[in-house]
C-alpha cells in the first residue's frame, strides 16, 4: 500500500533528513587516506544519536551496524571494516537511513579519498547528475518509468557506464522499504502514476562497467554484501524526497544553495 503524507509526517522527515545531512557533513570530514571505515561507522552513529535519533539500520534484517561504507567495486550492503584503512586514490560511499521520533530519511554520498583518478572523480560526477536527473522527472503525473529512463539513458546510452539493476529506489515512511519500487532504469510513460505527498528514494548506483552485481560474503561472517561482477568500480548518491504539487523536494539535502529549488 502506498501512503500519501501529510504536511505533520514531511515536516517529521524534513528534521530527520536534516540530521541525516548533519551525519554525511561529519563523516566528509574525517575521510582521508589511512582512516579505516570502522572510523566512519563510530562518527556516524556517535552523530546520528547525540541528535536524538535511531541508526535505523541497526539490527535491520540482522545487519549490525549504523552505515554501509562500501570501497571501489563494492556496491552495496557492505559493512564496516576494523583495520581496513582508506587508502589514497579510493572512492568511498556511505549510506545510512535515520529515525527521528518516528520518521525516517534515508541518503547516501560517495567521497574521494585523497587524490583521485580523473576516471573515478568523472564516476563520481556523472553518478550524481544522475540522481538529480531522476529528481527532476519526480513531478506529479509523471511516472515511475520516467525517473527511470533519465537515469540509464544518461549513464549507459550517453555516458557508457553500467546501471546496476537488482538495486533500486523505494518508498519510505513509515518503515525504512515501503511500496512502491523505484527502479533506476526503464521506459518513459511506464509505471505507477506519481501524486503529490508520495515519498520516496532515487539512489542510483553507477558503475564505469557492467550493470551486474554478485554477493559476496563478510569474512567470518554469514553476511553477504555486493560488489561489481567484474571488478569494476561503483559510485552512488541518494536522497529522500517528497513529491509535492510545486516539484520534487529533498528531504535530505546537504547543501541548501545548491539544492534551493529542491527545498520545502
Keep these: 500500500m502506498i501512503t500519501l ?12 533528513g ?17 582512516v579505516s571505515s570502522w572510523e566512519i561507522e563510530k562518527v556516524g552513529r556517535e552523530y546520528i544519536e547525540s541528535h536524538g535519533a535511531i541508526p535505523a539500520e541497526l539490527g535491520f534484517e540482522g545487519y549490525k551496524y549504523a552505515t554501509c561504507v562500501a570501497i571501489n567495486d563494492e556496491v552495496a550492503h557492505s559493512v564496516p571494516r576494523k583495520g581496513l584503512d582508506l587508502k589514497d586514490g579510493d572512492i568511498v560511499t556511505v549510506d545510512t537511513v535515520v529515525n527521528w521520533q518516528g520518521y525516517m530519511s534515508d541518503s547516501a554520498w560517495t567521497y574521494a579519498v585523497g587524490n583521485i583518478s580523473p576516471e573515478r ?52 515512511q513509515p518503515t525504512m522499504h515501503e511500496a512502491p519500487n523505484v527502479p533506476h532504469y526503464g521506459e518513459p510513460g511506464h509505471g505507477l502514476r506519481l501524486k503529490a505527498g508520495m515519498t520516496i528514494t532515487i539512489e542510483p548506483m553507477i558503475t564505469t562497467g557492467t550493470w551486474k552485481i554478485k554477493a559476496k560474503q563478510v569474512p567470518n561472517d554469514d553476511w553477504e554484501y555486493y560488489v561489481t561482477a567484474d571488478g569494476s568500480d561503483c559510485a552512488q548518491y541518494e536522497h529522500t524526497l517528497v513529491i509535492t504539487n510545486d516539484g520534487p523536494k529533498i528531504l535530505t539535502s546537504q547543501d541548501a544553495v545548491a539544492d534551493a529549488k529542491y527545498l520545502l
Design 5 to 16: 503524507k501529510s504536511q505533520r509526517e514531511i515536516e517529521g522527515m524534513a528534521k530527520s
Design 121 to 172: 572523480q568523472k564516476l563520481m560526477d556523472v553518478t550524481k547528475k544522475a540522481l538529480y536527473l531522476g529528481i527532476d522527472q519526480a513531478v506529479v503525473g509523471n511516472r515511475l518509468g520516467d525517473i527511470g529512463y533519465a537515469i540509464q539513458h544518461y549513464t549507459e546510452d550517453e555516458m557508457g557506464y553500467g546501471d546496476v539493476r537488482e538495486l533500486i529506489g523505494h518508498g519510505i
Design 18 to 34: 536534516a540530521i541525516l545531512a548533519g551525519m554525511h557533513h561529519a563523516v566528509a570530514e574525517i575521510i582521508k587516506p589511512g
